[in-house]
């Protein structure tokens, strides 16, 4: 007797990324839990099937279901790599055991970077420079199992409000470990600048003796393997001590316009980092909730045994590049005017 | 010299309702304004390409871009139907022009049918019963557009926060024009006692001489004509005097299953309705947000001049049912038959 | 003791029109029956839920499911209107009750419109004209219940291969009633030049006096009745016999600014019809699988009864056009050099 | 001056393939060169921008981006496990470097899996055996760069329709290397009976000695890194000697509710391989056309040297089932009878 409907439409809600062109990764959308316009980007905290999940400007920056993988991916080798190549030697004025010390986020306003590195008891002094307070207000808000509150009072914790190419330029201070934590190198982004050959020169020069840097470098789901291998080729640690200026071939430019035909930017940022240090290793993780595998690079210099006249202290080191940063910093700069 | 992404990735926010198995309405998301769990449903306002849009249990219930064409097309008809049915007579209680005087509008969270049935001049008294004051509150704050404050304080409004169906068959009091703006018949959903014929045989009772009944009747996209009028057959005139309670013959299951086949429950509910009233007509409007056509029924008894003593006040009147139920519906069943 | 999924992923097809920005209607995609790309146009015959489907362009042109709304609706109310004001009068070269009977087509691939054509049995004509021969294959091929060989070797049909806009200027043939079913006027798209002025005043000739054009007229759901009622101020047919163009103020691309806002090109194509003819009527009808309501423009020239010599054959008649045709094509031209 | 449309309206053809619940995967559908259903599944060959995709049962099964990942990842770790683990030491009857000579193929029907066997110069003898020849048809006609009939008519393959659970049980060849690369384990699915503890038993059985397994082992994404080496626990190879049935509390029906709730079936899948033999190594490859991370389990059991009176030929080796192959086997059996 009753004019029924037996089945009931339904609506849902979506959040879908554009993984790359003509793929999509199409998520359930629980909730809305923010949405705001900073002065630098949109910051938007949802509910996905990842759980909570913090987007800016609309791409998937981290996730409760895999923002482990991402941040212990990026931390973790880098610190363990420092401890692992400093602790076996004797330094003039460290003990061993005791690396690393100091750490330089770029970014990490999510708080789960430092969150990572403030594991590590060796760590007395971290400084984390990120541009846009409010996305640290928003995951100290709502996204405090990222680290929140405990992590940004945390006594050994410097955050400063800023921008960290000025940081590192202007400081004196270095660092074992530096960390950048920052979004993807977009044209005219707010990031770009922290992808390029100025950038990393200045980077180096605030590394300790010994020290590591890394940084998340974008999706590396489309890289063929052929090409980062390549692409290590145009590398600046060639051992043949100039510099690894002599494959002139290599040209930053078609990196970039491969990377363009991969979606990807894991390799330019690679080789980018090839021309300064003298080794830019890149790793991947899988991290779901942005629908591919996550790039990382990881670069240093080699440490070089110097003879020393106080053998009391014992044998000290220092970085290759006291021996011909100069000179491969000129031949960069050179190749840059070119 | 930087390594950059070209083409950035992009995210967006989509509000994917079912139309029907097989169809979905996607539309773009850019805002949740409000969601919550009221005692009786869900309750969200989003913005959409259609602007504003109330949505309850996951279903969308009006938008800023169509809302008028649903709830102007929900309340004129039938109350333009009232006024010319009645004003050019001469009634024993009633002026010519004063119709309709009183509204009965069971739902109408959102405030805009009471809105638009307040336009009308001649309406001294509007009473509302919605059972969810959740969603009043929440249109009140979020869509003060619809109606909102203007229409709740309104003095010549009254609310209740109650059930339509207890209301009505609680009351003495009768309506000029009766509005129901409730949600659809979902089986075991809230309103699925309010679209059956034993509610309908109430309403009609708290009807005035001459007035004028009207709900919403769901989607009416998929309705074929045909449907609808051999669905006419189903009406209450069946003869016996008894409203149409014995159903002979005349199996709303039938119409229930049909419609099943058409997405569509606008059929039906036509045909519960003509088991009560002399009349029961369809009709519809294209509301976009909806992603199809809108069904409503618009139903009345016929009135039956009257002989009358009092010859000084007028002709008065009484609808068909009071003297020839019986009679009327033998026609209906004589053209079936036909 | 087996390792198994107990869910199963699934995959789904799906066909995604954007009805206008941020809306879009998403179909389960059933099969893709044919795909090329022809002279003209692309064309696919795809199952949805909607049934077979003919797609061109990436536009929808009809589905199983609604066909008939969409053909129907196209060419029966120009049809009957044709009959109604002719055949209760007396003509001098015909006798009552044989309106219509030479009709043409422009467009109509698919083959339905002429199908719902000859079903008029008075009908003793049909010139179609469609430009893509390979439409009408594919056609006959996968959608035979349009209409397909039935409709192509009926002996009252005549096929011509060509441009609608060419076959008008260059016959002299008079027809009753002209069907336009092209696709939409798209910018630089193949029907544009049948939407305009130029080809109405040209078309208006090829009718029969007392003959009724109709074009298919694109989407209207987003019409707001005003904007079409105050819309049809700005046609001819105003009533002073001066050819409409006394108000100004109306404003072709003004209609096409609205329309764009609208998502619809009902309005300008009624009001540039409104420019030629006596009378442009809009209206609509509900197509599912377009995801909007259809609009259509029927367009016609009163018929003045003349004085006549011949008293035995009968009152003679004549369209309005006879006596100011070249006056109001001379304005209309007019305003459009201005 | 024409009416015409700025934005024509656009549609897509889209493949969307749900990952997880809440979570899919929606690619851009370029074409469906292919859709069939064979007596054992539905076969669809379409392209998306991923390129020519194979999709059977409604999941992709390869596509032209990246099978090159998938199978080689499948076939060669496998292969150079084999070779290097027996090309070093001195056979009775096999010479240094001929490892691995003979291969099975469960499944394979792409002829991809059979192409990267048949590049290892050693492989005198291939058998692949697959239940469904409409699959190798079409990947043949619409997939030759897979392998196509390159592969099939090749003189080390031998291609036998049929089920592979019933041809290694009823053969007596033993093969180097056996490699499944059947569908996925779905409850009552065609593959369903190839992932178990009784077919891995038969399956160890047709081994050589120092023999290698491998199979495709599902999506790997959802995977946390402690679950699968705490799953390793349960593993037979736990240098006890008794199998790995000391640890009773591995119970199978646990790692699958895990792996329902993780969306993954490696870990069952290791696990269940755990049972037969000493090891059983979980590995992972990007297959970004999957949508995750995709899974690998290489099984094998250790080699044991044996005292052997002909010094003349040489140390001489067994596998470590020699050694209680019958008390494992009838532990596992009374596990499952238990």
Chains 1, 2, 3, 4 share one sequence.
Not at 106 to 114: C, D, F, M, W
């Amino acid at each position: 007797k009753t004019a029924i409907e037996y089945q009931r439409a339904k609506s849902t809600f979506r959040y879908v990324e554009d993984v790359s062109p003509g793929l999509r990764l199409d998520m359930e959308l629980h909730s809305v839990l923010h949405a705001s316009i900073s002065e630098v980007q949109s910051i938007q905290v949802i509910e996905t099937c990842f759980g909570k999940t913090l987007v800016t400007d609309g791409k998937t920056q981290s996730s409760a279901h895999d923002e482990c993988v991402y941040h212990e991916s990026l931390v973790h080798p880098a610190m363990f790599w420092c401890a692992y190549r400093n602790n076996h030697r004797r330094h003039r004025h460290r003990r061993d055991g005791d690396w690393p010390r100091s750490v330089f986020i770029g970014g990490g306003g999510e708080l789960a970077t430092a969150r990572e590195v403030l594991r590590h008891s060796t760590v007395n002094r971290v400084v984390m420079v990120d541009i846009d307070p409010t996305v640290v207000d928003v995951c100290r808000a709502h996204l405090p199992e990222w680290g929140g509150d405990a992590v940004l009072d945390h006594p050994r914790l410097e955050y400063v409000v800023g921008d960290a190419l000025s940081y590192v330029r202007d400081t004196d201070e270095k660092f074992d470990v530096i960390i950048m934590d920052v979004t993807d190198p977009i044209e005219y982004g707010p990031a770009e600048a922290l992808y390029n050959v100025e950038f990393y020169i200045i980077v180096r020069d605030r590394l300790e003796i010994g020290g590591v840097f890394v940084t998340q470098a974008g999706s590396a789901s489309f890289v063929p393997m052929e090409m980062t291998m390549e692409g290590g080729g145009g590398g600046r640690g060639d051992g043949d001590g100039d510099g690894g200026d002599d494959d002139d071939g290599v040209d930053v430019h078609d990196d970039i316009n491969d990377s363009v035909e991969d979606g990807s930017c894991l390799a330019p940022i690679r080789n980018t980092l090839a021309r300064v240090f003298d080794h830019a290793i890149p790793y991947t993780a899988p991290v779901p909730s942005f629908g591919e595998d996550w790039g990382y690079v990881i670069a240093y210099d080699d440490v070089v045994v110097l003879d020393d006249d106080d053998d009391d202290v014992g044998t000290d080191t220092t970085t290759s590049k006291k021996t011909h940063v100069a000179d491969v910093g000129r031949d960069v700069i050179d190749d840059m005017i070119e």
